[in-house]
């Protein structure tokens, strides 16, 4: 079932002035980056009273963020809710008619299980749905 929102994802050209804009400008605590090799994303955290902002940015410049910011240019990427049973919520939408972009869920940052919802399924949006491992069943 999915129990909040985990993050909301912010595509970013210049990671470093973005992670400056949040920290400085914003006065957000900073949790630090990582690289997220399956995504090809490095990942800037910034937790939020219960939930956080994560700045996505290309990794070595290159994967698919890179043709999403040439097309869309800079700003709110995805939403990303939390479930305690991603298998379940999985096979439940599928049910439904909602498409996702892979056949089964990956791991994404902090050794999270993600998988994505096409955004054709949720009004344009894209929607990411992600299962900490201390959850997996």
């Known amino acids: 079932m999915i129990v909040a929102l985990d993050h ?3 595509a970013v050209p210049d990671l470093k002035k973005a992670i400056a804009r949040f ?3 914003f006065g957000l605590t900073f949790e630090g980056v990582e690289d997220v090799e399956q995504a090809g994303t490095t990942t800037a955290f910034f937790p939020v009273d219960g939930t956080s902002i994560e700045l996505v940015h290309p990794l070595h410049g290159q994967g698919p963020l890179v043709k999403y910011l040439d097309k869309y240019g ?3 990427h995805h939403l990303c809710f939390r ?3 991603l298998d379940a919520d999985i096979t439940n939408l599928k049910a439904k ?3 996702f972009l892979s056949p089964a869920p990956e791991i994404g940052a902090h050794n ?3 998988i994505f919802i096409h955004p054709r399924s949720c009004d344009g949006v894209l929607i990411e749905l992600n299962e900490h491992q201390e959850s997996h069943k």
């Open 74 to 76: 800079p700003g709110i």
């Open 23 to 25: 920290l400085e400008d």
């Open 83 to 85: 479930s305690d049973d």
């Open 8 to 10: 909301v994802a912010i």
């Open 97 to 99: 008619g909602y498409q």
């Open 112 to 114: 999270t299980r993600v």
